[in-house]
């Protein structure tokens, strides 16, 4: 019997216990973990080199009092390419394929960059909402344009990361799916197939590493308007 192609999406169970623990804690133990040594070894060195021009690039246009989020940002970025990646995997659940995940993870670190933004500098925070040299009839009108697009910002942040992974995911599964069907049918085609499916699958990987990215790039955005 052929399975729907969504419930790849969903939540694996075992005994009747949802494993989305397992898969959320996991990938944390595939790190390395520092070492005592002087010297490093090359893997230790590429996660060093990693996270340090990671860090760098989020944080350089951003004043001194933003570089406490340095930890959080620095831990979400590989969080997020490491679940992405692992999801790509054959028999794996990529938790980030779950709309409720990604807006646990949203909307907490965005509604803690407003709460920062109204404690230390109320006027300027306040002073988004509303354009400089607006005409007066337009001021109403704009507050509550700007005032939603305020709180669209985590709902936008959760469905871009849920959206493009899941959409790669069907793809990948469609074009495999296809492969095997035109393989004792038409092999010339199924080859064909197959080196599409091939080069789909490298642009999953990059879509996975771009879009952990663009995740934090944005809440990095977010708390720099606040700072």
Partial sequence: MMLSFFDQFETPLFLGIPLIALALTLPWALFPKPTSRWLNNRLLTLQGWFINNFTQQIFQPMNLPGHKWALLFASLMVFLITVNLLGLLPYTFTPTTQLSLNMALAVPIWLATIIIGMRNQPTHALGHLLPEGTPTLLIPVLI?????????????????????????????QLIATATFVLLPLMPPVAFMTASLLFLLSLLEVAVAMIQAYVFVLLLSLYLQENI
């Fill in 144 to 172: 509550i344009i700007e005032t939603i697009s305020l709180f669209i910002r985590p709902v936008a942040l959760g469905v871009r990361l849920t959206a493009n992974l899941t959409a790669g995911h069907l793809l990948i």
